[in-house]
T-cell receptor
Framework: AQKVTQAQTEISVVEKEDVTLDCVYE???????LFWYKQPPSGELVFLIR??????QNEISGRYSWNFQKSTSSFNFTITASQVVDSAVYFC????????????FGKGITLSVRP | EPEVTQTPSHQVTQMGQEVILRCVPI?????FYWYRQILGQKVEFLVS????????KSEIFDDQFSVERPDGSNFTLKIRSTKLEDSAMYFC?????????????FGQGTRLTVV
């Protein structure tokens, strides 16, 4: 069985601060995918990134960066110079190899960015 | 940009009534899913669907639930006799397939309120 743990439940920062959202996962499968989704106050789920288990290269996209470490089963997400529009619930998710395998989500982290 | 569309955005129904939630997945996607999110909680897998049949279902997806792809474009979730605890946001998702195209794209959700 798969498990995703997002130990932080709520984080509040002031605009322009950097913030890191933690994600720890468990799986016995050797091939899997990790994801981050954003859920803004409007409620939809927005795909942010996918990482393959065989690719530990970190990724940066604008103000967003992701740190994948297999040794610690972690896939952390950092927002640099946070903005009010970053306020949302962020979900980490895991999917094992298989075209139609399901996503297992963590409980989500509510990020509030204050002006 | 292609997107998953769901209708209605909000549905209120009386306990015991049948509801049908509708989804139009992205046109070249082959794998379809329903997830639900009870208010303030994590996103939970309900069912996956491929090649006109259910691939996997969770323990939540009991005999009261069914899915159908009636016409090659729509993907529906039916709840036969709604209960108060079925109140949740229901998300439809679709994905293209394996490997680099395994991420699921979600619709905006249908908020179901059972009274």
């Amino acid at each position: 069985a798969q498990k995703v743990t997002q130990a932080q439940t709520e984080i509040s920062v002031v605009e322009k601060e950097d913030v890191t959202l933690d994600c720890v996962y468990e799986t016995r499968d050797t091939t899997y995918y990790l994801f981050w989704y954003k859920q803004p106050p409007s409620g939809e789920l927005v795909f942010l990134i996918r990482r393959n288990s065989f690719d530990e290269q970190n990724e940066i996209s604008g103000r967003y960066s992701w740190n994948f470490q297999k040794s610690t089963s972690s896939f952390n997400f950092t927002i640099t110079a946070s903005q009010v529009v970053d306020s949302a619930v962020y979900f980490c998710a895991l999917k094992v190899y298989g075209a139609n395998s399901k996503l297992t989500f963590g409980k989500g982290i509510t990020l509030s960015v204050r002006p | 940009e292609p997107e998953v569309t769901q209708t209605p955005s909000h549905q209120v129904t009386q306990m015991g009534q049948e509801v049908i939630l509708r989804c139009v997945p992205i046109s070249n996607h082959l794998y379809f899913y329903w997830y639900r999110q009870i208010l303030g909680q994590k996103v939970e897998f309900l069912v996956s669907f491929y090649n006109n049949e259910i691939s996997e279902k969770s323990e939540i997806f009991d005999d009261q639930f069914s899915v159908e792809r009636p016409d090659g474009s729509n993907f529906t979730l039916k709840i036969r006799s709604t209960k108060l605890e079925d109140s949740a946001m229901y998300f439809c998702a679709s994905s293209e397939g394996l490997g680099e195209n395994t991420e699921a794209f979600f619709g905006q959700g249908t908020r179901l309120t059972v009274v």
